[in-house]
């Protein structure tokens, strides 16, 4: 069964900010409307951190063991 987060959960289970969950949702990572909120997907909420992640500078030059 899919887990949804609210925009609270989902920032504390990425350590991120509702404000950065905002801004995803707004650059197009998808959520869903329920009850009047907003909820994410939990695979959705970790391939777009993993994402936004790999795409920082620091992290293309890691060493790789």
């Known amino acids: 069964m ?6 609270r959960d989902a920032g ?3 350590r991120r900010s509702r404000r ?5 949702m707004s650059q197009g990572m998808p ?5 009047g909120r ?3 997907e939990l ?3 970790l391939a ?9 500078k620091s992290h293309q030059y890691r060493k790789q063991v």
């Open 48 to 56: 777009t951190l993993r994402t936004k992640i790999s795409a920082k």
């Open 31 to 35: 959520f869903e409307w329920i009850d």
């Open 12 to 14: 504390r289970r990425v």
């Open 38 to 40: 907003k909820f994410v």
């Open 2 to 7: 899919t887990e949804f987060l609210s925009m």
């Open 20 to 24: 950065t969950i905002r801004r995803w």
């Open 43 to 45: 695979d959705v909420l």
